[in-house]
């Protein structure tokens, strides 16, 4: 397995006048993004100049980044357009990510998808329709945690547990009454997130 980290974080855009950007659909590689604001712009010759509040200006990335641990360097960038708050590994090299997003190098994936171990995107892609918050993974079966009432296809309330090959969703439904994720691995979220996993895989739907 390659030893690489990926790395989460909203999908940098090039911020104009203070409003907010809409949602992309692409991921542009031929415009340079910033990492803040941009407060005024004017061209001249063919070179565009450009002002405001940052202090890295570089090729967008997306939504998340797989890099280098022992030297940061990014390596392939699979151009997530949105932005990604899960990742788990598929065991072979590859992830799975979630989060909000709308399409992966260019190719329409709403919230959840596979990254392959060669940074490809793979056919595998369950629709989900809402944010996706937490990823975990065993015994072939990927655990979704998030806000979403759908997923696959499927009826689902904040959790769901889908086929790691096929993507099909599976039967195993404890349908919380609350938003599932885990923003801090030893917060009481993660907890109770992994409390749950535990005791519906032993029949015990309750929290």
């Not at 969703?169 to 907890?191: F, H, I, K, L």
Request: with cysteine; charged share 10%.
């Amino acid at each position: 397995m390659r030893n690489e980290a990926f790395v989460l974080g909203a999908l940098l855009a090039l911020h104009c006048c203070g409003n907010s950007p809409a949602l992309a659909q692409l991921v542009r590689q031929d415009l340079y993004v910033v990492d803040g604001w941009v407060n005024a712009f004017a061209e001249s010759g063919g070179t565009l100049y450009i002002g405001g509040n940052f202090m890295q200006v570089g090729p967008a990335t997306g939504g998340g980044v797989p890099i280098d641990p022992a030297t940061g360097t990014a390596l392939a960038v699979p151009r997530v357009a949105g932005s990604v708050t899960a990742v788990v590994q598929d065991g072979a090299g590859g992830w799975f990510i979630g989060g909000l997003f709308t399409h992966v190098n260019g190719v329409p994936r709403t919230n959840l998808a596979h990254i392959l171990a060669d940074h490809t995107l793979s056919s595998w892609g369950p629709e989900v329709n809402g944010n996706v918050d937490a990823l975990a993974m065993s015994a072939g079966v990927v655990y979704v945690g998030g806000s979403f009432t759908l997923i696959g296809g499927q009826p689902r309330n904040n959790i769901a547990a889908i086929d790691a090959t096929t993507g099909v969703v599976t039967s195993w439904n404890p349908n919380p009454n609350g938003t599932v994720g885990a923003p801090d691995v030893s917060g009481a979220e993660a907890r109770r997130f992994n409390r749950l996993l535990y005791r519906t895989a032993r029949g015990i739907v309750r929290d």
